[in-house]
């Protein structure tokens, strides 16, 4: 169920007027749904029932603290690639045990931090991270829970930046190696070989790469147990996509990600670990912006929103479709217009829809991207001096504001003006 629907001709987020937010907090800003959040991460509870498992969320798609304390108090754990992310987990009171640490560029302070603080396990992606994490560990006398991300070679039939599973990309170490990497890590001071990791990308909308990549990750688990290692996890990594447009996508359903996952590994024995984060957050957020200007060009229609690249850099960096609808439901039967949806930064890249078919749009009227809660709010910045924009999560009809928007002070008093220039 979709909780972002008209009523009374207006928008929702749950059973909140986005006009009403608007009206607070200005635009442009991000708005949550908490039931959103709470049923995508409930698909997943259920898809693995049966097998004993821990959906850890993979904060990255979004990690404000009160998204995080939603999913938090559900029970999940959490997949953390550094260590911000680390403290914004241990914030909202999940414990270390449930913690994974990912990622080809862990710090020593970042080992360290994670160590003290109590973590589930490091995935770790490399020798020299392996042998590095010997040491940092031996120092400080805390041994550390592993794993080895390893690469399957599996082509994730996704966009090249976000696609992490084969040869070519920087991650995990070749399954053919794994075996040799394994006998290191067991031979090494200070690390305890708990499991067995894999991730091949993001937004996979075929779950054939799936299937090849656990297949591997089943025999490769075998071989390690055989070898002696203690084999007690497998962690699948996440990427499972989400219908961006909601005309002609239909990726795959948990559902039947979580049949693979039973067909794969399910007979292991092991407790299994999924890192979701755009299944959980993507579809339970919208950017909400309005337009400030309508430019007839000669060559066509530019809607300019108050909303920029800055703010969602998705379809900048990745060519990415979002779904703009307007924030007033367009009157059924009038003639639809066709705009270049764009962004006041001054680069052509600012652009969020080239050629899009809408309602026809004026100055002051608002629009909503859907699917914006991941990989939205978290890649922002503030390229041209734009204050970082609010964030509010809604449940049912209670709003809040749980990231408020920087006053231009604020923005400016984190530089400094060194001394010889006073
Ligand atoms: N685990 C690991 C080790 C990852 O690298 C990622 C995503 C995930 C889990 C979560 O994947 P998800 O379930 O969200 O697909 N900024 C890009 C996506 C980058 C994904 C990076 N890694 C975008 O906006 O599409």
């Known amino acids: 169920m979709d909780h972002f629907l008209y009523r009374n001709g207006i928008l929702h987020a749950e059973d909140v007027p986005v006009t009403r937010i608007a009206a607070e ?16 991460y409930r698909v997943f509870e259920e898809a693995l029932s049966g097998l004993p498992h821990l959906i850890c969320y993979a904060m990255k798609a979004n990690s404000n603290l009160a998204v995080l304390k939603v999913l938090a108090d559900l029970g999940a754990g959490m997949d ?77 039939k ?52 799936y299937r090849s990549a656990f297949l591997k990750v089943a025999d490769l688990t075998r071989e390690l147990r055989s070898d002696g290692h203690d084999i007690a996890r497998v962690d699948l990594g996440g990427g499972l996509g989400i219908p961006y447009m909601s005309t002609n996508e239909a990726p795959p359903l948990p559902s039947d990600y979580g049949k693979i996952v039973h067909e794969t590994v399910g007979d292991l024995g092991a ?65 639809p217009h066709v705009y ?22 004026g100055a002051g009227e608002m629009v909503a991207f859907r699917s914006a809660g991941a990989y939205g709010a978290v890649m922002a910045s503030e390229y041209n001096s734009r204050p970082l924009i609010p964030e509010v999560l809604v449940q049912g009809d209670q709003f809040a504001v749980v990231r408020a928007r920087p006053t231009f002070d604020e923005m400016l008093s984190r530089d400094t003006i060194p001394s010889w220039l006073e």
């Not at 907090?25 to 995508?40: C, D, E, I, M, N």
């Open 25 to 40: 907090v200005g635009t442009p800003f991000y708005v949550y749904s908490t039931a959103t959040l709470t049923r995508h």
């Open 158 to 209: 996704t966009h090249a930046k976000i696609a992490t599973g084969k040869s070519e990309n920087k991650f995990g170490i070749p399954i053919a190696r794994a075996r040799e990497v394994y006998a290191r890590a067991a031979a090494l001071p200070g690390l305890r070989v708990v499991g067995v990791d894999v991730h091949i990308g993001s937004q996979l909308t075929d779950l054939d790469p």
């Open 80 to 156: 953390v690639v550094s260590g911000g992310e680390y403290k914004r987990a241990r914030a909202v009171g999940v414990p270390g045990d449930k913690i994974v640490f990912s990622g080809v560029g862990k710090t020593p302070a970042e080992m360290r931090l994670a160590l003290e603080g109590g973590i589930r396990q490091f995935n770790v992606e490399s020798e020299p991270e392996l042998e590095l994490l010997s040491v940092v560990a031996s120092k400080a006398g805390i041994e550390a829970p592993i794993t080895i991300r390893v690469n399957p070679d599996v082509d994730a």
């Open 340 to 361: 270049d949806v764009v962004g006041p930064v001054c680069e052509s890249g600012d652009t969020f829809a080239k050629r899009r078919v809408m309602p026809v749009m």
């Open 271 to 335: 407790e299994i670990e999924i890192e979701p984060g755009r299944l959980i957050a993507g579809n339970a957020g919208l950017l909400v912006s309005e337009v400030l200007f309508v430019k007839n060009g000669e060559d066509r229609d530019f809607l300019i929103l108050d909303a920029a690249m800055n703010d969602l850099i998705r379809p900048a960096m990745y060519d990415a479709h979002h779904d703009i609808i307007p924030v007033v439901e367009p009157v059924p039967g009038e003639d």
